[in-house]
């Protein structure tokens, strides 16, 4: 179902690009799949060897803290002190360790730590019609604009014909250099109303490339059963059960031959080593952490979510998604981003100082641990919210203290595997309504997380129509690599 | 492309010399292809291909290798060897190739009579051929920089216009034609994102100059439209690998002229790693197979089917027993290519892969040992053992499960009675084995209450007129007609008005909600049924797909006339679609594959196979279980999946099974056959099962959605998956299904044991129970050493099952 790495033919920017392979299942090729990651590891860095693009495949893994219902980029990220009070809000802005820069006094940590990252004030779509999380998530997850909309902005359940979310085709495109989940997304699904998981799913690529869920608060005890061997079941026991079955197969030397294409052994020898390796379940153990480790992050599901993020990426992860926990309900009281009612205190009190720790101790961590060059850190929601306090753009209602959704403008922080440290891209109007230079649309944002990856988003893949699509319809933002 | 000249001119060197040894240079002869040439257009060029016969009758390609020349000044031969023309007149061209010659003659006339340049007939074309209307340039949804052209041409009129209109004109200076836009942009004269598309006083160039300077006119319809094109050569056959053969494609006009259009048409190559083809029409061999050249010419589509054969020398064809006409086609296939058909596999191994692909479940111990301990002839018993499962009410299960795929059995459409009510008739017309084509008319002409009248439900689960005509389509069909809801089928005569055209046989299917809770009726609306083209807005009358002449009779009721035709022994789609259905759950792929993607570009293996067999269910008036039975008993289905030195290679042609692995449901039963162990799921009554599930809300999330369950979100065969996965092989070698079924209490292992069962004995029943057969000596060593390796017996015994369990044996069908 894919086409590796570029176009067919002459493209309109006027280049050819020879290294053409087309895919139509591997097996046709008479390719395995192990032989096709070869294909495409020698392809992948012959494209980053011929130079011409700066920071393509510096990141080996990303981190994702997707901060589900929309944060207020003007409460957080983007303040605009001169603008009128009922547009700038309640808080105060404050300097931060990049001159010039700076951010609501919600995020005092984060400004500490702003040196190490790009703020992307200039994050901008215009949606289709109504708009709603779903849609908005499942295009910033796949690339693409979902096919039904409801008239009230409802999706479709997931289904099997979805486009694939990212790390979905992380998973199929990159897969990990040793034996190690590919994808996990955490702590909860993603999630609006009833209709749960869309844009989180491999879609048209078949469940085999569906996230790892670990849909568990991991400032908890965390249960991973199938990744840890069997009380019942020793290690010495399953190396036995290996001996032996290696012996039955053995036995039937024509049959391996022929299921040798469905690379079963290849899982195999990847799964017996993850749960005899003890790697996996080693990353998810946080009592290894030190204790001010754990503080710094935050005792929160937050928190300790992206401790395990680095825990894991550490391990091989490609891609780790932490959604924001809490889920837009309705309740001012819980710390869903979604504020259409009382933005203020929730924030000040609830969302900001557990994004402000995490945020921060993230970057920080990494940073220390020599990490941040090879994992691209990204934390961004599905869009903003109204400049103007208390009024519809959604078609939600809203109290007056209330923000509405805003996806014309809004912010992103982007850091690490290659990207420049204490910038600014892009700049947002007088009222943070508008990009006034640069826009952003979250497509490229995911074109960029790719090319970081080393995966070129031109990329044709066939979808469930066997039509030929880009990978994602985005241009990667290079100029932030430095 | 252009650097596959030089292998093509290697490789014809050396068999040239082979064939002038063979046949004597007196016998060799050039031929020249095509003769009787008649031009008359200025802007008119032509090819001609230069072959030479060889000793054992195919033709060998030397038009790369060849030089013409002429003496005439009657026409011009240019350095690649395209013939323009000068002045009436009659030519002689000569053409050399490897020290032989032959001559020919071309005729000029008319030369001077007018030949205005038309926009259909010319200048779209060239738009083609400069990348211009492609998806990522001008024809893409959106255009490209405020211009935009339909995708590949398919709308002419829409093209005209966009250049005409838009920009007020401004894409045209008629007074001076070089300083319009249509061409100052491709030649760079201005700046352009496309790049250089064709530089200036080139032929397209020149031929756009003449269109502006003539008044940027619309040609008729009727004169520049093509009829047809045609291929030259129709079947290319490659001795080895290496070689190359050029194509030449013609288009005819109404008129009855014809026009080489060589290079302005578009190749696909269906399988480059076997054939490469270049944008000028080289086919160049690379390795043994098979590939199929497809070639586009303005909306036209014709294949050509491409075979290479082995490099090595030796091949000899050994005749195996024929049970019937699916071996004999299928043999003459295998033949022309060079590949040996493996031989029968043994009875343990067919009765384990007939039973899970005619019941989805393995054959019972007791059963394997009686079918093997039976003294008749191995090919009688296996013809009893196929009549025996086709009667059997697995059977039943099996095909139920299958068709609710396929229609969609899913309580999120049908609510839950809607489901069970659903979910019985099916099973009812599986179990009295209702002729397909009656099936399917109920299912189509269904109307009144969903409790009622059960196949109503297809509609409750598609809804919406187009969604049942897509749906209907592709399972009834086989075609995918979802991409012609938006535009023109770039590669297939299929258009966005076909699409719409069969969608109006449904236009008028809705539904209401009946008098009990969660019933809802299905009716013909009395108005408001019209069916409107998205882009033109007219009301688009239904009429009868894929160019089928039939007439609707406009009084009579649309839906049940399209059931007719649909279902009609005259429908070459609906027999041919089922048929190569049924037979890719026998062989893990279609003849033509995927299953339900039927159309000129994706080409079938075997044509004449898949006609036969249609044929055959047709004589049988459509009698699923006579076609399965004749597949079945067939030794091609009956092969072993063991490869020779001349089949290994093979993945599409059936010389041989390939291992599939099991589905979701096979492998969930499997695994509670062989451990012994009943399936308990919430919602349906205790051993259930999983192939016996009403539909996929049933332990959501679990096993079987994690080996390839399908959702039933659509009805594409593509929902269920067979591959393989990192989280699968997890689950079965750490995951609970597997750990509590070899540990039950009431399992097998633990009855074996406290029956105080030998060694010898533990091994053979769980080898039959796990593998379907009787462990030979070697492996009965391997498994009592183990058997004996350790104190506790009972764990000693479950990691044999264990390793059974996740050996290649069990988990696929092999």
Redesign the interface.
Known sequence: MLVIPGKMGTLCDGTTRREFLRVGGAALFGMNLPQLFALQAHTLSTAAAKGIKKGFGQAKSVILLFLQGGPSHLDIWDPKPDAPSNIRGEFKPIKTKVPGVLLSETMPMLAEQLDKCILIRSMSYTPEGLFNHTAAIYQMLTGYPPDKVSPSGQLEPPSPRDFPTAGSQISKLKPPDVSMLPFVEMPRPLQESNVIGKGGAAGFLGKAYDPYRLYQDPNKPIKIDDLALRSDVGEGRLKGRFELLKGINSSMKDLEKAVSSTAVDEYYAKAYDLVLSGKARSAFDLEQEPAAVRERYGRTTFGQGALLARRLVEAGTRLVQLNWPAVANGNPEVDAFDTHAANFGPLKNLHCPILDRTLSALLEDLDQRGLLNETLVVAVGEFGRSPRLGVSTSGNSNAPDGRDHWPYCYTALIAGGGIKRGEVYGKSDDTASAPKEDPVHPTDLLATAYYALGIDPAMEILNDLNQPRPLVKGEPLVTLFG | MKRLVLPAFCGLFVLSTFSAAGTGPSKAKLEVFPQGIVMSDPREVRRVLISLQQADGSKLDLTGASKLTTTSDVVRIDESGVIHPVKDGVAVIEAAANGMTARFEVTVRGLSEKHPVGFVKDVVPILGKA?CN????HGGAKG?NGFKLSLRGYDPAFDYGALIQDLSGRRFNRADPAQSLLLLKPTMGVAH????RFPVSSRYYNTLVQWIREGVKLDDEKTGAVTGIKLFPSDILMNKSGLSQQMLVLARYPDGSERDVTLESTYVSS???VAEVS?SGLVHSLRKGESTIQVRYQGQVVSVPVTALPDKAGFQWTQLPQHNYVDRLVDEKLKRLWIVPSRLCSDAEFMRRVSLDLTGLLPRPQDVRAFLADPEPSGIRRSKLIDRLLASPEYVDHWTLKWGDLLQCNR?FLGEKGLWTYRSWIRKSIAENKPYDQFVREIVEADGSTFGNPAANFFRATREPKVMMETVSQVFLGV?M??ANCHDHPFEPWTQRSYYEMTAFFGGVALKEGAQSDEEVVYEKRQGYEIRHPKYGYEVTAKFPFGNPAQLDTHGERRKQFAQWLTSKDNPYFANAIANRIWSYFFGRGIIDPVD?LRPSNPSSNPALLAALAEDLKRANFDLKHLMRRIANSRVYQA????NEWNE?D?TNFSHQ??R?LAAEQLLDAVALATGTALNFEGVPKGYQAQQLPDSKIAVGGFL??F?R??R??S?E??R?G??????????????VI?DAI?DPDGRVAKLVLSGAGDQKIVEDLYLATLSRMP?S??VR??VD?LK?GNNRA?RAQ??L???L????F??N?
């Open positions: 990348g492609s998806g990522p340039c490209k994102g496309g790049g250089l399988t480059p790693a944008d999120r995918r979802m991409c993607d072993a999946y063991t490869t290679d993945g390939r291992p692995r959605d994690l390839g399908p959702p979100e659509s594409c593509c929902e998956r591959d393989i996965s990192l989280g699968q092989a997890l689950n079965l070698i750490n995951g609970g750990a540990a030979d070697g492996e391997l498994s183990y390796g764990e990691d044999l264990w390793a059974l996740n050996s290649h044996a988990l696929f092999r």
